[in-house]
């Protein structure tokens, strides 16, 4: 019923920058939270960053100051600028967004597939 799709990563080399993108498509009725979060080789999957439907925004502290999140609502689209970027922000990055869709009246969360960040010292 919702589908997540991610865009943006990729190799960089380290001090350098990327934006990811994602966009959620089918019935939905209205987006709550969207975020990023990442999972590393061998680690748990772990938040980034999350914003709310206002704007509100909540980061990892190893991101705090190198990574943005922002939303354009109208698009059902969330983005995450990331600056600085160094070895440890190496990971597979998932979009997620807390979803209400047309025909029921609960929120589900999503997840899309996942896109591949690496970061060459």
């Known amino acids: 019923q919702v589908q997540l799709v991610e865009s943006g990563g990729g190799l960089v080399q380290a001090g350098g920058s990327l934006r990811l993108s994602c966009v959620a498509s089918g019935s939905i009725f209205s987006i709550n939270g969207m975020g990023w979060y990442r999972q590393a080789p061998g680690k748990q999957r772990e938040l980034v960053a999350l914003i709310t439907i206002g704007g509100s925004t909540n980061y990892a502290d190893s991101v705090k100051g190198r990574f943005t999140i922002s939303r354009d609502n109208g698009k059902n689209t969330v983005y995450l600028q990331m600056n600085s970027l160094h070895p440890d922000d190496i990971a597979v990055y998932y979009c997620?967004?807390?979803?209400?869709?047309?025909?029921?009246?609960?929120?589900?969360?999503?997840w899309g597939q996942g896109t591949q960040v690496t970061v060459s010292s």
């Open positions: 997620y967004a807390r979803v209400r869709v047309m025909v029921l009246p609960t929120w589900s969360d999503y």
